[in-house]
């Protein structure tokens, strides 16, 4: 079976894909606009002293993945997404709406992070679950697309024809990771089936 046929054949795929998706867009949006409102009011930032704590704070979230699905009282990967994606789309709210305290905002900035850094292995795992070695990269560049796509339009209408403010992108951003997690509450009742014989035909 063609990577095409078994993709649209299987509803967990388009799921995973979905919560993907949307999870690139809305780091894609946290990426583009969270300069800009840190250094909304005038203020003058080190934004290089920031950056790291993004990247220990993904290291944080990815270190804390093996600890929740792992051992004998482990939660379901789809689970922990759900609310995952939920506490993601609550913290990128809570910044379209304009806070100017720093100290606030990098908080809020790096809880993002760190649930980022606890979804992406999560995703992976899913990946392993559910998609075939053969079609995984496949289905990497299925969901990116997209995604990518969005983020360039968003750019576009918001950065060069000033159509579409931050605040409205964030938004986006945030029902995005809503979506998401309604896709891994879906996942979650479709439970585990046997693959297609996609090898075989």
């Known amino acids: 079976m063609s990577f095409y046929a078994y993709i649209f054949g299987d509803k967990r795929i388009w799921l995973l894909a979905w919560a993907q998706m949307c999870l690139h867009f809305s780091i894609g949006i946290f990426w583009i606009l969270w300069a800009p409102t840190v250094v909304a009011d005038g203020r003058e930032v080190q934004l290089g002293l920031i950056y790291p ?18 051992g004998p009282s482990s939660l379901r990967t ?25 100290g606030f905002l990098v908080t809020l900035f790096c809880m993002f992070h760190a649930c980022v850094g606890f979804i992406l292995p999560s995703l992976a795992r899913l990946r392993t679950m559910y998609v075939p070695n053969e079609l995984r990269g ?30 409205a992108l964030m938004a986006f951003g945030v029902l995005g990771l809503l979506l998401a997690a309604v896709c891994m509450h879906a996942l979650k009742q479709l439970g585990k089936q046997p693959y297609h014989n996609w090898h075989k035909q």
């Open 138 to 167: 496949g289905m990497m560049g299925f969901s990116l697309a997209p995604a990518n796509a969005a983020i360039l339009l968003s750019v576009i209408q918001g950065g060069y024809y000033r159509n579409v403010g931050n605040s």
């Open 78 to 102: 789809e689970d922990c997404l759900v609310y995952a994606y939920i506490v993601l789309a609550l913290l990128l709210s809570i910044v379209a709406y304009d806070y100017q305290e720093i």
């Open 53 to 70: 704590s993004f990247l220990a704070s993904r290291m944080l979230g990815s270190t804390i993945f093996p600890c929740l699905t792992s």
